[in-house]
């Protein structure tokens, strides 16, 4: 089973800019879809963004297009999401994920199946 170990949250003011990372562990990184998630207080957690095994496929929710940036760094078993405009809605916990199957690019959040702790991203007005 993979692990999944997300940092860089924080406290940032709304305009701001945060960049959350998330380091796998094993040497399959490569071959999976990555995705990032939030859960707000009293919210179902819900998709962000989705970056395929080689970063040729990229998707992002409505909410988040054209300010956050997905990429990631296959060398390193790294993925990053870029949060850039930042508003109060941001405000969640963060999770990073890896897809159930290797190739495959997927985007449900039902088709994650490795999730890291998560990492507490707070956006103040």
């Known amino acids: 089973q993979v692990q999944l170990v997300e940092s860089g949250g924080g406290l940032v003011q709304a305009g701001g800019s945060l960049r959350l990372s998330c380091a796998a562990s094993?040497?399959?990184?490569?071959?999976?879809?990555m995705g990032w998630f939030r859960q707000a207080p009293g919210k179902e957690r819900e998709f962000v963004a989705a970056?395929?095994?080689?970063?040729?496929?990229?998707e992002y929710a409505d909410s988040v297009k054209g300010r956050f940036t997905i990429s990631r760094d296959n060398a390193k078993n790294t993925v990053y999401l870029q949060m850039n405009s930042t508003k109060p809605e941001d405000t969640a916990i963060y999770y990073c994920?890896?897809?159930?199957?290797?190739?495959?690019?997927?985007?449900?959040?039902?088709?994650?199946?490795?999730w890291g702790q998560g990492t507490q991203v707070t956006v103040s007005s």
């Open positions: 994920a890896r897809g159930l199957f290797a190739r495959v690019f997927l985007t449900t959040q039902g088709d994650f199946d490795s």
């Open positions: 094993g040497r399959t990184f490569s071959m999976y879809t």
């Open positions: 970056i395929s095994w080689s970063g040729d496929s990229i």
